[in-house]
């Protein structure tokens, strides 16, 4: 039933993407909301967010692998597929998000490597196929010194990336929201957070086998571990620039505590993504119940977005020059975001396909076959 | 209103002011103003063409242009943004050098404050240093360019840059999506977007043919009108300012007009302390 009711939604989601797939990439970027002021948006908050949803997975998939923790056995082709499907919704969201996705070949032959973007294309794909030589060896049952190593540079690049995209954003000193020596940790905690919550998610919804008790604690355990983290981390984030209290450093944090963004950032970040899951992963009977797990997965997984999309837009949508934003008006020159539908429609494309591969996945893969 | 009636107020208006002001003028000598003395002082256009055709002469490397704004004499006729606008047929949402607006007071006393903004082509360009595939850079002459065909599109140097210099062609058109009424007959868009010229930015005609070619999805931005300079013609901002606030030359040619206005204690840069060394000087 609930396999069922991921398929559906699949089609349902892919349905309303690819009316974006088509709007991009026959008309470009004409019906995009991002702009010149403010240059990225929900496609790059995407591509944080699934990129983090698949180094997590890795993760979860090395315990099993590379740790050899005996609560994690079984979970490691799984693990894998939703780390190699994610990965992929994250570049075709970046992808999407480039003025010029053709010319990306461009990134591995003609780079600068003083670019924090050439690292995490780099990262991003050496991570990529390091998990896609894991999951064949895993597949084939080839669990040996081969599949070890793999998984031992794979554990690397994972940590790596997962950073990565808060050093891509942490370099730029045009921008004081960002420029904080704490936002790759940031990143690091909540690529973990992600990878624990969407592993209760796919064994709520996708495993054909009942969960195993002992693993199931532990990630929830892992769960409360890391959302208590990563609440630190933004708090410890914010409070660098809230405490200086120098208008022009405060003006992208005080649009989350109490401006634009409070309610996403209140509601949904903290309420829904943070405190919500932690009051029920402390409830005794809620932890055995598979269904309720999954739920708690999908409410830190829906925070986590969000919580990309508060590091990404306010960031961008504040003066970087007295009253530039009022000096010429035209088409992306305003410090006004909100994505417009075909922004929508391709996440939701995107969303469309990763329930559908995973679902797949479990249907035609030997993904929790058990090894030899 | 009738030709004759108009006639009769000319005539009477005419009279009526010559009745007011001769009485103030009586026993002054008026005399025509000396064409000699006017014809004398020398435009400063004419003599920065004069030192830009000399730059032209010596090595590109030898050359350091650089750019200078009077913020005393700008009044704020946005002249500059649209002559730039027209003269690399920027499309809409593509500004290279928009003029920012400040007031200050309260009324009765009240001022405006109008400060363009061209590229600063910083010496030390936190925009270049981002760029994933080099498809921006620092030319021989140290100007800040865009390679269009080797830009990803990516925005990255935009969200660097500090001063806010960059825009992004999301592929618009002004001609896009009309009917088109023109001279009271209905052209379409297709007719109209003849209307729609190629820019010759970098030497080089970027016809804006489709919604995915170049310079469509690029960044894009000022680059001194390097396709005049090379033709030794100023850039087009500097030309068009009718105060002759905007100056611009070789810094390295120490007699140079620039070179004289930066060695001037009233001259600052923007965002200074940052230590990215732009090459736009402003006088206050």
Redesign the interface.
Same mark, same amino acid.
């Given at each position: 039933m609930a396999k069922k009711l991921i398929y559906a939604l699949g089609v349902l989601t892919l349905l309303i993407g690819l009316w974006g797939f088509y709007d991009r990439l026959?008309?470009?970027? *004409?019906h995009?909301n991002y !702009?010149?002021?403010v240059?990225?948006g929900l496609w790059v908050a995407m591509y944080f967010f699934f990129g983090g949803v698949a180094v997590g997975s890795f993760l979860v998939a090395s315990l099993d692998y590379l740790f050899e923790i005996k609560a994690f056995e079984g979970y490691g082709k799984p693990a894998l597929w939703t780390s190699l499907v994610t990965l992929a919704a994250a570049m075709a969201s970046i992808g999407f998000?480039? !003025?010029?996705?053709e010319? =990306?070949w461009?990134?591995f032959v *003609?780079?600068?490597p003083?670019?924090?973007? =050439?690292e995490d294309?780099w990262g991003y794909t050496i991570f990529g196929v390091l998990a896609l030589i894991a999951l064949i060896l895993a597949l084939r049952g080839q669990k040996g010194t081969t599949l070890k190593i793999v998984m031992v540079l794979g554990f690397i690049a994972a940590l790596y990336v997962a950073g990565a995209p808060g050093k891509l954003l942490g &370099? &730029?000193?045009?921008?004081p929201y960002w420029h904080m020596a704490l936002l790759p940790l940031q990143f690091l905690f909540m690529a973990l957070t992600s990878g624990a919550a969407m592993m209760l998610l796919v064994q709520a919804f996708l495993s054909p086998k009942e969960p195993a008790p002992l693993a199931t604690l532990v990630l929830r355990v892992a769960l409360i571990v890391l959302l208590i983290l990563s609440a630190y981390s933004t708090w410890a984030f914010f409070s660098q620039s809230l405490y200086g209290n120098i208008p022009s450093l405060i003006a992208s944090v005080k649009q989350l505590t109490s401006g634009q963004y409070a309610g996403l950032f209140w509601g949904l970040e903290i309420g829904l993504g943070t405190l919500l899951p932690l009051v029920l992963l402390f409830v005794p009977d809620l932890t055995k119940n598979k269904l309720a797990g999954g739920l708690i997965g999908l409410c830190v997984l829906v925070g986590n977005a969000v919580a990309r999309y508060l590091i990404v837009v306010p960031g961008?949508n504040v003066?970087?020059?007295?009253?530039?934003e009022?000096?010429?008006i !035209?088409? !992306?020159?305003t410090l006004s975001y909100s994505p417009s539908t075909i922004e929508w429609a391709v996440v939701s494309g995107l969303v469309g396909i990763i329930l559908l591969a995973l679902a797949l996945g479990t249907d035609y893969l030997p993904l929790y076959k058990k090894e030899a | 209103m009738s030709q004759e009636t108009t006639g009769l107020l000319e005539k009477y208006a005419s009279e009526v002011f010559a009745g007011l002001v001769a009485p103030a003028l009586e026993g002054m000598e008026i005399s025509a103003a000396p064409a000699d003395d006017l014809l004398a002082k020398e435009d400063v256009l004419v003599r920065m063409e004069r030192e830009l055709k000399r730059a032209l002469e010596k090595p590109a490397s030898e050359r350091r242009w650089v750019m200078v704004i009077d913020l005393r004499k700008c009044i704020g006729c946005h002249a500059c943004?649209v002559a730039c606008v027209a003269e690399n047929k920027l499309p809409?949402?593509?500004?290279y050098r928009?003029?920012?607006?400040?007031e200050f007071g309260t009324y009765p006393n009240v001022t405006m404050k109008f400060?363009p903004?061209p590229c600063m082509h910083c010496e030390n360009s936190?925009c270049t240093?981002?760029?994933?595939?080099?498809a921006t850079y620092h030319n021989e002459e140290g100007i800040v360019v865009v390679d269009y065909e080797?830009?990803?599109? /990516?925005?990255?140097c935009?969200?660097? /840059?500090?001063?806010?210099a960059?825009?992004?062609?999301?592929?618009?058109t002004y001609t896009e999506q009309l009917p088109v009424i023109f001279d009271g007959v209905l052209i379409g868009s297709k007719t109209a977007a003849a209307y729609e010229h190629a820019s010759q930015e970098y030497g080089q005609a970027w016809k804006r043919e489709g919604?995915?070619e170049?310079p469509?999805?690029?960044?894009r931005k000022c680059h001194f009108c390097l396709h005049r300079i090379k033709d030794g013609i100023l850039p087009a901002c500097v030309t068009t300012c009718i105060g002759r606030a905007t100056f611009f030359g070789d810094a390295n040619d120490p007699d140079s007009l620039v070179s004289e206005l930066i060695s001037k204690p009233n001259v600052i840069r923007?965002k200074e302390e940052?230590g990215t060394e732009p090459r736009v000087y402003y006088i206050v």
């Open positions: 026959v008309f470009g970027e *004409q995009v !702009g010149s002021a240059v990225w998000d480039l !003025g010029h996705m010319r =990306i461009k990134a *003609q780079f600068n003083h670019s924090g973007i =050439i294309v &370099n &730029n000193a045009t921008r961008l003066s970087v020059l007295k009253n530039i009022t000096a010429h !035209g088409r !992306g020159l | 943004t809409p949402g593509v500004v928009p003029v920012l607006e400040e400060l903004r936190p240093e981002v760029c994933p595939v080099n080797q830009c990803i599109g /990516c925005r990255a935009i969200a660097a /840059c500090p001063y806010g960059r825009t992004f062609d999301f592929g618009e919604r995915h170049s469509v999805g690029n960044v923007l940052l």
